[in-house]
């Protein structure tokens, strides 16, 4: 009985150390012109709880930085008063087609009702 419990132990430390000492990521290459949220708000992902007003500032820093990336679209006002905003994040060459693509599913809708 103790040498099935220590071969599980063992086994189960073997592959703890291994997985921790894998990426959950790979690295990626960022790009230096697009802020951080902690640069814009001045805390990281996870440290403090963010509300609505700076969801939305740091998305206005996002498509100032990086137009080619990412647009912001308001697309109604809530109940108290606040923009609805939708965040778009791709490829250039598909961020530039957002109205064309939001057109055709328009069109789905339409035909479908």
Do not use: C, H
């Not at 100032?64 to 250039?92: H, M, N």
């Amino acid at each position: 009985m103790k040498v099935r419990f220590f071969t599980a132990f063992l086994g189960l430390w073997a592959a703890v150390a291994m997985a921790s000492s894998l990426e959950v990521l790979p690295p990626a290459g960022l790009d230096p012109a697009v802020p951080t949220i902690k640069q814009v708000l001045g805390y990281d992902w996870g440290e403090e709880i963010s509300d609505p007003l700076q969801i939305e500032r740091y998305a206005e820093a996002l498509a100032q930085a990086a137009p080619d990336r990412v647009k912001l679209i308001p697309y109604a006002t809530s109940f108290e008063g606040r923009k609805l905003l939708l965040l778009v994040v791709g490829k250039p060459e598909n961020v530039s087609r957002v109205e064309e693509v939001a057109a055709k599913l328009r069109s789905l809708g339409r035909s479908a009702a």
